[in-house]
Structure formats: structure tokens, C-alpha cells
């Protein structure tokens, strides 16, 4: 069961760019690396995955290293909207690890 | 309509009564999931289903029964409430890939 690790907080101003880290040194050959969203009160939302390189959507983009140990979920020109708790899940569809690996997320306040 | 819905949405109790939470998604998916947050914490796993023959127990199962009682429903009981299980509850689903779908939550509270 990979293990993930991510800064607890993060502040940032309204217009930046963040970056948020999450390690997974015991990553698996077969393992996704998947990031969600999580609003007060509200159940955690996918935003993106990758396996390897770079993978981008509407939302964020997904850089993983060639040897896959890190990832960095960044979120371009963010808004007060996007504060919220993002978590970094790592693992495969074959079993429960993925669904064990939420954690405590890091907690991104945005700022005017 | 939500694709994954919860009942009831808030629910206070007493200590030692039995409750039960439901759950229903209408997007075909056979996994379904049920995670508990506490106020600063993140999710963690109680019991999690791959389809309707199939129960495991996860990460914090003590004090906690499932049902699967179809592809669509997955129910949570609390079979002898107690303060400690005071919770915001969501149940999930996923297909074969790796992508949750999340219900709006069910805000327990055991007095």
C-alpha cells in the first residue's frame, strides 16, 4: 500500500499558481496517481490522474517524474473558489489500497 | 437528479440506539464505498463493496455493519450508537477505474 505524503496547508493570493507536492516513494508499478477536491461539507470531487509525465485538463495539470516517487498537482491563476482540501491518492483498481490512501489532504486558502 | 444520494442527510441520536444510513447511486457502478470524517481529518475507509456478493471490512470497521442489498444500494448501521462514531458520513462509487463519485454526506450526531 503506497504511502502518500503532502504539506498540511498551503496559502496563496488570488491569481497565482500553486503547486502542491504529494510523495509516494513505494509506489507500484500498476499504481495511478489521482487527486480530488473536497469543499466544506461536501464529498471529496476528482479533479485529475496520471500514471506517468504530464497530463492536463480544464481544471489542473499532473507532473510525475520519470521515476514516479512525487507528483505535483498545479492549479494556474487560482480564485477565491478554490480553497479547499486536495488530496493525493495513490494505487490500482485490483484492490482497496486506492480507497485507503485519503488522508488528511493539504488545506489550500486563497486570498484577495 | 444526484447520481449518488444519501439518507437521511442530518441525524441526531442517542447513545445505544441502532441506525442505519443508506445509500443509492443510479450510475451502474459496482464498487460502492462508506468513509467517516472527523473536523480536521480526512477520510477514512469503514467497509467498502466491489459488487453485490462482496463485503470487506476497511480501515475502521469496529461498530459498523454493511448491506448491499443491490448493485444500487449500500446501507451503513451503526448497530449500538456512541458518541465516537459523531460523524460527517459519505458513501462513494467507482466503476473498474479509479475515479469516486462522492454522495453530499450524512451528518451524524450521537448524544
Known amino acids: 500500500l503506497a504511502k502518500t505524503t503532502q504539506p498540511i496547508s498551503m496559502d496563496s493570493y488570488e491569481g497565482q499558481e500553486v503547486n502542491i507536492t504529494c510523495s509516494h516513494n513505494?509506489?507500484?508499478?500498476?499504481?495511478?496517481i489521482t487527486w480530488y477536491q473536497q469543499f466544506p461539507s461536501q464529498g471529496p470531487r476528482f479533479i485529475i490522474q496520471g500514471y506517468k509525465t504530464k497530463v492536463t485538463n480544464e481544471v489542473a495539470s499532473l507532473f510525475i517524474p520519470a521515476d514516479r516517487k512525487s507528483s505535483t498537482l498545479s492549479l494556474p491563476r487560482v480564485s477565491l473558489s478554490d480553497t479547499a482540501v486536495y488530496y493525493c491518492l495513490v494505487g490500482d483498481n485490483s484492490n482497496s489500497g486506492y480507497a485507503l490512501n485519503f488522508g488528511k489532504g493539504t488545506s489550500l486558502l486563497v486570498t484577495p | 437528479d444526484a447520481d449518488v444520494t444519501q439518507t437521511p442527510r442530518n441525524r441526531i441520536t442517542k447513545t445505544g440506539k441502532r441506525i442505519m444510513l443508506e445509500c443509492s447511486q443510479t450510475k451502474g457502478h459496482d464498487r460502492m464505498y462508506w468513509y467517516r470524517q472527523d473536523p480536521g481529518l480526512g477520510l477514512r475507509l469503514i467497509y467498502y463493496s466491489f459488487d453485490v456478493k462482496d463485503i470487506n471490512k476497511g480501515e475502521i470497521s469496529d461498530g459498523y455493519s454493511v448491506s448491499r442489498q443491490a448493485q444500487a444500494k449500500f446501507s451503513l448501521s451503526l448497530e449500538s450508537a456512541i458518541p465516537n462514531q459523531t460523524a460527517l458520513y459519505f458513501c462513494?462509487?467507482?466503476?473498474?477505474?479509479?475515479?469516486?463519485?462522492f454522495g453530499p454526506g450524512t451528518r451524524l450526531t450521537v448524544l
Open positions: 462513494a462509487t467507482s466503476d473498474l477505474d479509479l475515479e469516486q463519485f
Open positions: 513505494n509506489i507500484a508499478t500498476n499504481d495511478y
